[in-house]
């Protein structure tokens, strides 16, 4: 749920000050899953089929196919769709460096450990538009054997979410670090936040003092602080990441946590405030009459700026957090997931009152019918949200809302234009399309077109 400005190698990318940086090294790629012509502008957007073990690639705008193919990341084959025992690889998050996709699978080497697995632009330069690249073309006798992949091994329980850190290179990658298949009250193994420099041995490791880590965002530009949700006991802990690269390739250090003081909530999905701080979603984990979800807002000190509820009839389910550049007071994005009232709203903050309030709503991707399910009988919710630099292009996850009951699922990737004059609060989605119908149709005889949990999605805005 990031968005990775880059270039492929040797390409200058332009920043949001205008000047142009190198990233990278090595040929200019201009073909491929990852590729993007000379002189041409790419927005490929990359999806997390979590449960189907795949990851999708989109041109979202720009030069390239609308589906540009897939990434087959079924090493311990789950024939059938199956996801028990040892048959899910659970790929989740999604990092771009300038040079390759970064993907961490959550259950290998085995169920309870999870790696890191690199795809160079390079390597995907040769397949063409629309090819699913087979896991025996990079992976074969429990090692990396072509197309340039490295897979390491984190040697930790379920590393789920992870972030570029601009200055250094490095990977920033949150550890939930207990077992999402037993009861919450189990939760109780406290997190990490590693920094590995990709391609190099070992990583550094850092204590957030939280338990259960689930999402992590960078509170500035520069990734200088980072902020993590943390499920297992609900808090947020924050990050001091400016050490990061140089000679002594530095540790993230711990500047602060922040309790939430309800038990037993969902406190997975934050995003940057704009201002050094952060907001953090909680919610009951189901639908409730009489618990309310609400927004918590602190300062880069863990000191709290206010917190907001989600008033309704019964509970608001939080999906997704994205903040939306602003001249005036912050602005984000929030994909609610309850019932009939599901869909993708705009909040607004109040920094002198501490306060966030629904200000808008994304009304044409109610009546595009996003939440609508070509197939099955399983409705949908927004999943994820990924903004590019410019705060305009949107990419959308609709999954089906119980994934117990959802067969192939059925699941679909939008994206659509946001247009508005000065403030977010009254922005419109222009036209939204359907990325994920230039994919092979869903079919429920082959578990390969599935889609049943696109859970993750990470933008990468390519100057060719």
């Not at 000050?17 to 899953?33: A, D, F, I, N």
């Not at 309030?357 to 099955?376: I, N, P, Y």
């Amino acid at each position: 749920m990031a968005v990775a400005t880059a270039c492929l190698p040797d390409n200058p990318s332009v920043d949001a000050g205008g000047e142009t940086t190198e990233t990278g090294g090595g040929e200019l790629v201009q073909t491929g899953l990852l590729g993007c012509p000379a002189g041409e502008a790419c927005t490929i957007l990359a999806v997390s089929q979590t449960l189907d073990d795949r990851v999708d690639l989109f041109t979202a705008a720009g030069a390239g196919p609308r589906y540009r193919g897939a990434l087959d990341l079924d090493i311990a084959p789950n024939l059938g769709g199956d996801i028990s025992g040892a048959s899910l690889d659970e790929p989740y998050g999604l990092a771009w460096d300038g040079d390759a996709l970064h993907v961490l699978l959550g259950h290998h080497p085995s169920r309870e450990l999870g790696s890191l697995v690199s795809f160079p632009a390079t390597g995907l330069g040769n397949y063409e538009a629309g090819a699913l690249v087979p896991v025996g073309d990079w992976f074969s006798g429990g090692e990396a054997t072509g197309l340039g992949v490295r897979v390491t091994s984190l040697a930790r329980t379920e590393p789920l979410s992870m972030l570029l850190h601009p200055a250094s290179g490095d990977l920033l990658i949150s550890v939930f670090a207990n077992d999402l298949m037993v009861p919450d009250a189990m939760w109780t193994e406290p997190s990490e936040l590693l920094a590995l420099t990709p391609g190099a041995a070992g990583v550094r490791v850092a204590d957030p003092g939280c338990a259960g880590a689930w999402g992590i965002v960078a509170l500035d530009a520069e990734a200088s602080a980072v902020a993590l949700a943390c499920d297992g006991d609900e808090r947020v802990a924050i990050l001091d990441t400016s050490a990061l690269g140089g000679s002594a390739n530095g540790t993230p250090s711990p500047i602060c946590v922040a309790q939430i003081p309800f038990m037993n909530k969902r406190v997975r999905y934050l995003a940057a405030d704009g201002l050094g701080g952060v907001i953090v979603s909680e919610h009951p984990p189901i639908i409730s009459s009489s618990e309310d979800a609400r927004l918590w807002w602190y300062d880069g000190d863990c000191q709290l700026r206010g917190f907001s509820e989600l008033e309704a009839d019964s509970s608001w389910i939080v999906r997704a957090l994205s903040l939306v550049p602003s001249a005036g007071q912050p602005r984000w994005l929030l994909a609610r997931a309850d019932g009939d009232l599901r869909g993708v709203v705009v909040v607004a903050g109040d920094t002198s009152a501490g306060t966030i309030t629904q200000c808008g709503r994304l009304t044409a991707l109610d009546d595009a019918g996003v939440w609508t399910a070509a197939g099955g009988t399983e409705p949908l919710r927004p999943h994820a949200l990924a903004l590019d630099s410019e705060g305009v292009g949107l990419a959308i996850a609709a999954s089906p809302a119980n994934y117990a009951n959802a067969g192939p699922g059925y699941g679909s990737v939008w994206w659509t234009q946001l247009e508005y004059d000065e403030d977010p609060c009254d922005a419109i989605a222009v036209d939204p399309i359907e990325l994920s119908a230039s994919a092979p149709a869903v079919d429920p005889q082959l578990p390969s077109t599935w889609s049943r949990a696109p859970d993750v999605l990470h933008l990468i805005e390519v100057q060719g």
